[in-house]
């Protein structure tokens, strides 16, 4: 069980939901985000067969929740990346007019 909350905490820090615990800083990073994520996956395939119950279905609604904030993160980072590139790259600016 400790191990996995390491694992998930992992997850939930370079994901931005929660603070890192020595900087107390919000960050977002996608690449260790997935890497956590396929370590918790590899894990659920490893203890397949070997869990009770209770464990199996912990393990499997942590990675799906855990899947699902990724997603959400990664949406919400090209959405931001749109925006700024939107900003940066008007009509006027390509043109030189208004429309």
Known sequence: MNFL???VTNIATVLGIAP???TGQKMVDLD???YW???LAMLKEKTKGNLDP???EMLDQLLAESRMQYVQMMRLTEEKLKAQAAKKFSAKDVLGKKF
């Open 5 to 7: 909350s390491t694992i």
């Open 20 to 22: 890192h615990p020595i």
């Open 32 to 34: 260790a985000g997935k």
């Open 37 to 39: 994520i396929d370590v």
């Open 54 to 56: 209770d464990e199996e």
